[in-house]
């Protein structure tokens, strides 16, 4: 069984914001929620801006499992944590227990009602956003399961994010693994969404994440 996740190179991406509209338009995520965000890191003594993908890190020991009293949240045996908005009740535990700020609970006025879209002769399982409810990234696992990357890492035009079975020795992202690093690898949580940076930003990159983790570009 494949451990799926993805490694993110901040040396190559450039804040372009494509893998945050490509989420956008694959998931049709509510208005002012964002699965997949660029965060930017100011850096003076470097002189430079360090643009941040931040989405899900699909945990090995997710606290936000423990956390839902509804049992909405499970993790599937590739790896992949899912919510399942019919069980979810919005009590929002899940957001408060997630180290990384990575779930959004949806608004509760419904923008999107229950008919057929223009553009679609019916919403797609995976773009049915219930209002009141918890959503974070799914790492595509609809596309996943149709032999495809997430669209977040086939979109980005600078390639700067790797995706596979990170226990896959013959793999790209597990021939990276000892390269990279986790964010906020104190909390125990093991995530499987890991990055690559070539100077010393592990704390301000975790500053980031704790002190302003659903801050959009």
Known sequence: ??????????DRCSGCMTCVIACKQENLTRPGVWWNKILELENETLDRITYLRHACMHCEDPPCLAACSRAA???????????????????????????????DINPAAN??????????????????????????????VHRIEAGQEPLCVESCTARAMIFGDLDDPNSLIHKKLGRSVQLLAAEGTHPKV??????????????????N???AR
């Open 1 to 10: 069984m494949p451990k799926y996740g993805i490694i993110v190179d901040l």
């Open 73 to 103: 949240i499970y993790r599937r045996p590739d790896g992949i944590v899912l919510i399942d908005p019919e069980k979810c009740e919005g009590a929002a535990d899940c957001a408060g227990a997630c180290p990384y700020g990575a779930i």
């Open 111 to 140: 923008y999107f009602p229950d008919q057929k879209l223009p553009f679609e002769e019916e919403t797609a399982p995976h773009r049915r956003q219930p209002p009141g409810r918890a959503g974070t990234c799914t790492l595509c």
């Open 194 to 211: 890991r990055y690559i940076f070539s100077d010393n930003l592990l704390a301000e990159i975790e500053a980031r994440i704790r002190n």
């Open 213 to 215: 983790p659903k801050m």
